[in-house]
């Protein structure tokens, strides 16, 4: 049998304003933090201190990515250029971003391609 086709991809990241990059818990794994050291040529340890900080409840533990401040969407990622709208550290970048959006589709690209349409504004961006 001939390989599934892989489905097409139906958002387009460089006409998004960078919505999953201001997700609060962005985790970092030791991979991703090894990767960002070496990236920037510091220890391990002063990445982590850095770039990172810890994300404790009930139910989990995580090494998440520090944030900066954002117009649009209150905070976003701290690698995230708030003025170009892009990722400073793509190459570098954890795996969860990676594989994000898991898929051919991405359901805030979606939201906006309705909205733009709808107010008959192709640069239109909602507000937070
Ligand atoms: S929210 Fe979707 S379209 Fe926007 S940057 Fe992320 S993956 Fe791309
Ligand atoms: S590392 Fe890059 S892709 Fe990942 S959340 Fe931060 S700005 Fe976005």
């Known amino acids: 049998m001939p390989a599934a086709k892989p489905a097409k991809i139906t958002y387009d990241c460089s006409k998004c304003p ?8 962005i985790e ?10 070496k990236h920037f040529g510091l220890s391990v340890a002063e990445a982590e201190k850095r770039f990172t900080r810890r994300y404790r ?7 998440i990515l520090r944030h900066h401040k954002d117009e649009i969407y209150g905070s976003i ?4 250029d708030t003025d ?8 570098a970048r954890p ?16 939201f906006l391609r309705f ?14």
């Open 95 to 110: 795996a969860v971003c990676r594989q994000y959006p898991n898929g051919s589709k991405c359901g805030y690209y979606d």
């Open 18 to 25: 960078g919505y999953c990059c201001s997700y609060p818990r």
């Open 57 to 63: 409840d009930a139910d989990s533990d995580e090494r």
């Open 84 to 91: 170009a709208r892009r990722c400073t550290v793509y190459a």
């Open 28 to 37: 970092v794994k030791d991979r991703d933090l090894a990767r960002l050291a």
């Open 115 to 128: 909205e733009r349409k709808h107010q008959d504004d192709p640069d239109f961006i909602p507000s937070a």
């Open 77 to 80: 990622c701290r690698f995230f």
